[in-house]
């Protein structure tokens, strides 16, 4: 931590010198830096927002604020409307258009959260209130509750009267602002309700419309009543989506997977690559999870930025992961590789050197701006590719942040189907991908998902925890998640990719 250097020790740090130093300093005794407050303050705090669009640098940003006096992202997208950027230098028409979405984008993420990035916090807020109103019943409800990967609102209910609860809005650490509730920088809905009406008014903010439709609330009666007049048995609030598919589901026999039918971790990176730890941090970290496996999935050599791995490299990485293995009976790492799909939808290694990992997962890091039958043809020439075996975070997507490129889903899930290919739930909370929407049709053409935290830290394990979060939502079963498999189940199946 650099808090914890002098000046002396920030020096000797690689491209830290005297001015960087003080600067360091200067943060850590202030909590500010002048050189950077003097330029914000001569700078509108709509500019400043605008660096947070993607695409859009400080060039262009400094073009539309200078030329035309554009001081709000409002505005930017008015201009875009308007055609008025077209002239400007360094824009013209596909630039305009390409801005215009993402400022639309950029719009409509506003106000919206991570379920990854939220959820520990809001799951403290019931114990919080219960401090403060020890007879009274709060929980969470709405999107948290129903494990949205992208929540929009975040929502309580509690039995707590409005009058009551507002008088201690202060003790509950809480500010009430225009019908909100903000604590500590989320904004929070509060709903009162009556202790006769709390069950049915719980389940009615937990499941989807179309859900809530199929199977209505019954006055005062608990979720398992409620769910019991259907003829249905516990349904999570997270799987309260299609009405059909719950039924169907049901029909079939099939239970949801838990976080503990997870036995090993596939698709992570270590210090060979982009990576925070070594193998063997990474490897002991697993292993103390209770988990059986480790795919070392380090990134391939096309991907220069981050540190991809030359074929020498491999070579070096595969002698380690031997000797980590060497007398380890009751936990294996198995050697992988996240090779880069090129443009063309080539790999950049070529088969012969493919051929050498166990596990070979393909991903799209690059060129990203495809039309759907480009993106489409590109990664079903990959999964086409024998010596592939899971298609990696299948829309290149970020949430809140970047859209995936287009895709015909149902092509790309029927050439899985037809390859044997897994399919990745890439479970970092910005990604989620695939989208568990089109898990079903996965699972119906008889595709296993691999719920994989592509961590890049020990600590991005946990991620896998929002992976089943998200797989709840799709109905998966442990036996339709490829790491659900044993230690030894795992193997065999290694062993039929051979």
Not at 83 to 107: A, C, D, H, S
Not at 218 to 243: H, N, T
Not at 416 to 434: F, I, K, Q, S
Request: some cysteine; aromatic content about 10%.
């Amino acid at each position: 931590p650099l808090s914890d250097m002098d000046h002396t020790q920030l020096c000797e740090i690689k491209g830290v010198g005297n001015n960087i130093a003080d600067k360091i300093l200067e943060m850590v005794e202030t909590g500010t830096l002048a050189t950077y407050q003097k330029y914000a303050d001569d700078t509108p705090p709509g500019i400043i927002e605008m660096l947070g669009v993607r695409g859009f640098g400080p060039k262009k940003i400094k073009i539309v604020w200078k030329d035309m006096d554009i001081t709000s992202i409002g505005e930017l997208l008015y201009a875009c409307n308007e055609n008025r950027l077209v002239e400007l230098k360094g824009f013209g028409t596909k630039t305009q258009e390409q801005l215009k979405t993402q400022l639309q984008y950029f719009l409509d993420s506003q106000g919206k959260y991570l379920y990854g990035h939220i959820e520990e916090n809001v799951s403290r807020l019931p114990g919080m209130i219960k401090a403060h109103f020890p007879d009274a019943r709060t929980e969470i409800t709405g999107d948290v509750r129903r494990k949205m990967p992208v929540v929009e609102s975040i929502e309580i209910i509690t039995t707590v009267g409005e009058d009551q609860f507002s008088s201690k809005v202060e003790d509950l650490g809480m500010v009430y602002e225009d019908g909100l509730y903000s604590w500590e920088d989320l904004r929070v809905g509060v709903k009162h309700v009556a202790v006769d009406r709390f069950e049915e008014v719980w389940y009615g903010t937990s499941a989807s419309q179309e859900f809530l439709d199929a199977y209505p609330t019954q006055s005062g009666k608990p979720e398992a009543d409620i769910l019991s007049y259907y003829d249905l048995p516990w349904v999570m609030p997270a799987f309260r989506e299609d009405p059909d598919y719950v039924s169907e589901r049901h029909k079939q026999g099939r239970k949801l997977l838990n976080y503990k039918d997870i036995q090993g971790v596939v698709h992570s990176h270590s210090t060979y690559s982009d990576g925070l730890h070594s193998m063997a941090e990474m490897a002991q970290h697993a292993q103390g999870l209770g988990y059986s496996y480790l795919v070392m999935t380090d990134h391939s050599k096309a991907a220069f930025y981050a540190d991809g791995l030359k074929e020498e490299e491999v070579y070096a990485q595969m002698e380690e992961i031997d000797e980590l293995n060497k007398g380890n009976t009751d936990f294996r790492i198995y050697k992988g590789i996240e090779a880069d799909i090129l443009s063309d939808g080539s790999m950049d290694y070529g088969d012969d050197f493919l051929q050498n990992f166990e596990v070979v997962i393909a991903s799209v890091h690059s060129g990203l701006k495809m039309d759907e039958k480009k993106a489409t043809d590109r990664i079903i020439r990959a999964i086409e590719n024998p010596y592939t075996h899971i298609l990696g975070h299948p829309t290149g997507r970020l949430l809140l942040s970047r859209e995936g490129y287009p895709l015909d889903y149902e092509k790309i899930l029927d050439a899985c189907a037809a390859h044997n290919m897994v399919v990745e739930l890439n479970a970092n909370p910005l990604r989620l991908d695939l989208d568990w929407t089109w898990i079903p049709y996965a699972l119906e053409k008889g595709i296993m998902i691999s719920i994989n935290p592509d961590s890049h830290s020990r600590e991005q394990m946990k991620y896998i925890k929002y992976g089943v979060d998200a797989a709840h939502k799709a109905g998966l079963s442990k036996e339709e998640c490829l790491n659900c498999k044993s230690g030894l189940e795992f193997e065999k199946w290694v062993k039929t990719l051979k």
